[in-house]
């Protein structure tokens, strides 16, 4: 027998989470199912969804459950196999959650996905080719809908699905804005990914000093709008919006921990005729072919480049899962197992 | 010559809107100019997006200028016409303003209007069979997108927008809920235009207990909502939608005063995936033709029923148009000239 380590989820945050509702546990890898795969996962995937999914209220997805192992996107190699299309040593990515083994029920379609790893690393199969490019992708091209020349504005523009967004408004055409936590983060979005300016909200303590610097960022306003973050931010990119402008939205991170935060200026949607469409790329499965195809080749060509944070081993993810909501990392958060 | 009696907007409104913000004038009626056409109004509209041109904001519309005629629709008669499409006794429809005479351009297209009043009395062009009409079928089919046995919730219920809304709904098989200000409102929303149900939000002074009344009303949720209001009201709905519900924003006259009334939990929108659009019926003259076609044959064969609240004479109009910021209207407010 092998011994797995997992960490679950062992309490509901009340207001901030904390460590303390995760808890590292040993068991064993049970015997694998006809049509079964036993998956060694190389890295996890840290995603700010995950908090959401904490608490027990009605939202897109089911909660966590208690007493279970984290959910989540990993991927990993096959080291045992009873399913005829998997063999030892594939690399494939899937939803093996905070453990370093998983048992994938391959047979089930959706479960797991062999990738090619001679161009792209494993890892990217959990960021710029993986959901949170994926994300980017449908966001931008489905709700913002951007022409070549408009200006397209992302928060968390250094993250994930951020950094993702820019990289593909300029490869059409578009002035791509940033938002983002320091003056590290900042200069990263414009010097390594080619934004045309990026924002520093820690910088702007007060919502007109952030309306300002946005102002001189988008001098022609702002088209598209990809939302991670929510909060002071969005109400900032909103009064910057023009006529018919669209607006993605993805996240509000910064109401994650408890209240809602208010949207300041609701009256804008009507002044400006805005679109807003909240939405989960888990629920527009078509498109991810075509927008795989996309992320994969400016990956593997240079064109799309992007960041990790990597925590090493697997005792360091709810620490790092924590981080990743405060903005501590700095593009996608992995947790690296092997 | 002829005298003309207008009300200018003489003054901008400090948070509300008072009688002081409007005076009667007394002017001449110019000589008609080759093309134009002199229409005596009958009717004039007053209609709630008059309250944000009042202010001197950047919104859709260029403010309502000051020592100037206050802009709005009118139907009337063609009293003299330098137009050979235009004779004396036409039967029009356009954008006359506050006065009791108005030179029209009618040579330039949209200016004028000529309407049949065989079936339709004339003051239902300024309503069901005009710009609140078409502002309800535009927001309701193209927006919202009912599908039969979905529910559908529209604010001001009993109003000229609202209660279209309702009644086309009902035409497409939905269950239309109607929030109404007042039992007589909502009983006649009930009982005259055959809505499934209304809530008087009157009755419900605490968030929750709103909420817990629309959530009587709307056992299967809401997937439809078609916004006239925003502030408390809005929020309980947004409470109440589905997943994928979908919201023509059309007023938000709650914060028409001042400063804007926030949104209370934009995470839904991102929870239930909801589309919010903001939108302005002028800005889609090309839907124009097919909504009036079925509003003008409702309403002709009783299908699309109404309600008028009549103010008598000009000099009412400003004492009308506060009461209608107010919601004391029951219905279509219009002023009566002759």
């Known amino acids: 027998m092998t011994t797995n380590q997992q960490i679950h989820l062992v309490s ?3 207001g901030e989470a904390s460590v303390d509702n995760f808890k590292l546990m040993e ?16 890295f996890m995937s840290l995603d700010p969804y995950m908090r959401g999914r904490m608490n027990d209220a009605k939202s897109y997805a089911v909660p966590q459950p208690l007493n279970a192992v984290m959910q989540g ?22 939803f093996g959650g905070w453990q370093h083994y998983s048992v994938a029920d391959a047979a089930t379609p959706g479960v797991l996905r062999k990738v090619d790893t001679t161009h792209i690393p494993l890892s990217a199969y959990l960021g710029a080719v993986g959901m949170p490019g994926v994300t ?7 709700i913002c809908k951007p ?49 045309d300016a990026c924002v520093d909200y820690k910088a702007h ?11 001189a960022a988008t001098p022609d306003g702002v088209d598209g709008c990809f939302e991670n973050v929510g909060g002071a931010v969005f109400d900032a990119v909103l009064a910057r919006m023009n006529a018919f402008g669209r607006i993605a939205l ?8 408890g209240e809602p935060i208010p949207l300041k200026n609701p009256q804008v949607l009507l002044q400006s005729r805005l679109t807003i469409e909240g939405f989960i790329v888990g629920e527009h499965m078509q498109f991810w072919p075509e927008a795989l195809k996309e992320l994969g080749t400016m990956v593997a060509t240079g064109k799309l480049k992007y960041r990790e944070s990597v ?9 790092a899962f924590l981080g990743l909501l405060k903005g501590k990392n700095f593009g996608k958060q992995v947790v690296k197992l092997v």
Chains 1, 2 share one sequence.
């Not at 397209?152 to 055409?173: E, H, N, P, T, Y």
């Not at 993805?250 to 921990?257: E, L, P």
């Not at 925590?311 to 620490?319: C, D, K, Y």
């Open 12 to 14: 509901r945050p009340n």
């Open 27 to 42: 068991v064993e890898v049970p015997e694998l199912k006809d049509g079964q795969v036993l998956v060694r996962n190389h």
């Open 73 to 94: 996107g990993t991927v990993g190699e096959v080291v045992a196999s009873k399913n005829e299309h998997y063999k030892v040593g594939d690399k494939v990515v899937g």
């Open 136 to 142: 980017a992708w449908y966001g931008l091209t489905q």
């Open 147 to 195: 022409k070549a020349g408009q200006t397209i504005v992302v928060s968390a523009a250094s993250g994930a699905v951020g950094s993702a967004v820019g990289q593909l408004a300029k490869a059409r055409g578009c002035r791509a804005v940033g938002i983002a936590g320091g003056a590290d983060k900042c200069g990263y979005v414009v010097s390594e990914l080619g934004f």
């Open 205 to 215: 303590k007060d919502s007109k000093s952030l309306y300002e610097a946005l102002k």
């Open 250 to 257: 993805c996240g509000m991170i910064s109401g994650y921990d």
């Open 311 to 319: 925590a090493q081993g697997l005792a360091a993810a709810p620490e």
